[in-house]
């Protein structure tokens, strides 16, 4: 994807941007950055010497050190796209120099680094962006319109159906396979959970069951989930990265066209007027002033909605966040939250226990 560059763009006031971590979502951020009108790549950093090839790419200098890249280009902002564990390092290093930065979810690798990543944005004031893409995207922000409007009634309920076959060369990049970054809660379902969050509102508890049976891996490959929403609705979440399935949101929403489109929904909600599937935008209900109840027909009807490419709208974003005019749609705070429900899951399944969470 590129931009036609204006002429009367100065490249003094594009924003310059690096991107931290070169693998196959910082080199997707990177391609984003350098085609974007607004911004310029200023340079890729990865301790991974065999990953130059992305910075060669675009023609800017590559770093093995996050320090020497801050310190010699002076980016305005920057994209982590490192693992979770080293999340808070990096940003403690943009913070010092004033550099605004986008977090790639989830926010950290655990509770302690997320929140003390909030406090170095709140000591330093530099703004924190958490890479929930799908937030950007028009399809997930009109469910949240309907969904929050009079249109459904109350919602009583959602369901999410997560379902895709993941190649067995996946499995071949280690940490993928093990705690505490592997498994699809928290390389997948924490876009799901963040999705609920924004859509539905918050989630006081969580009960989970998980299996490994299929791959016999230390990380979950299959889960139950069933949620308690604070707004009195609740939810489930059946999902599995080991069987072949059409009902996923990567596959239903044709978002990244990495994975095969399939013409289905995934999401259900469930309103005391009306009910809602995702992404299709089907809306269901009885017609105004006639009779309810089984017995009686349903009206189906479509909320048309013009697609966007959520990456390069949370690009967006993330350019205006550092010039000051917008706030971050997800903050730290927001981030910590979604994780925090992540973990939430991965504990009750390991003890088989209804967690609830604290108060936000």
């Known amino acids: 994807m590129a931009w036609d560059r204006d002429l009367e763009v100065n490249d003094m006031e594009r924003l310059k941007i690096a991107v931290v971590g070169a693998g196959l979502i910082g080199s997707k951020h990177a391609a984003l950055v350098n085609a974007h ?30 320090t020497d890249l801050l310190e010699r280009e002076r980016p305005d902002g920057a994209i982590i796209a490192t693992p979770n564990g080293s999340h808070l390092a990096i940003t403690e290093a943009c913070a010092e120099r004033s550099v605004q930065v986008l977090i790639e979810k989830p926010i950290a690798g655990g509770l302690a680094d997320a929140h003390r990543i909030v406090e170095v944005a709140d000591e330093t004031g530099i703004r924190v962006l958490i890479g929930h893409h799908r937030r950007h995207n028009p399809r997930l922000q009109k469910a ?84 308690s929403f604070d707004n009195g609705a609740l939810g489930s979440v059946t999902a599995s990265d080991a069987s072949p399935g059409p009902w996923s949101y ?23 007027s009306g009910s809602l599937a995702f992404p299709r935008m089907e809306l269901w209900r009885y017609a105004d002033g006639e009779p309810s109840g089984w017995q009686y027909p349903m009206e189906k009807s479509y909320h048309n909605v013009s697609d966007v490419d959520p990456l390069v709208a949370q690009l967006e974003h993330f350019c205006r966040v550092m010039r000051g005019e917008e706030l971050p749609i997800v903050d730290g705070r927001d981030g910590t939250r979604s994780l925090a429900v992540a973990l939430a899951i991965l504990e009750s399944a390991e003890l088989q226990v209804l967690i609830t969470l604290p108060p936000c």
């Open 37 to 66: 009108r607004d911004c310029c790549l200023v340079g890729v950093c990865d301790v991974d010497s065999s990953l130059q090839s992305v910075a060669d790419a675009y023609r800017v200098a590559f770093y093995e050190d996050i």
């Open 250 to 272: 990567e596959a239903t929403t044709g978002e990244n066209l990495h994975y095969f489109h399939a013409d289905e929904n995934c999401y259900y909600f469930l309103g005391t």
């Open 144 to 227: 949240r319109s309907i969904v929050n409007s009079d249109t459904l009634g109350r919602l009583v309920a959602v369901s999410v159906m997560w379902s895709l076959l993941k190649p067995d060369e996946y499995f071949d990049v280690d940490w993928r396979c093990r705690r505490p970054a592997g498994g699809p809660t928290l390389i997948n379902l924490i876009h799901e959970l963040d999705s609920l969050r924004f859509i539905c509102g918050e989630i006081g508890q969580v009960y989970a069951q998980s299996s490994s049976a299929v791959r016999s891996l230390e990380v979950e490959d299959t889960l139950s989930i069933s949620l």
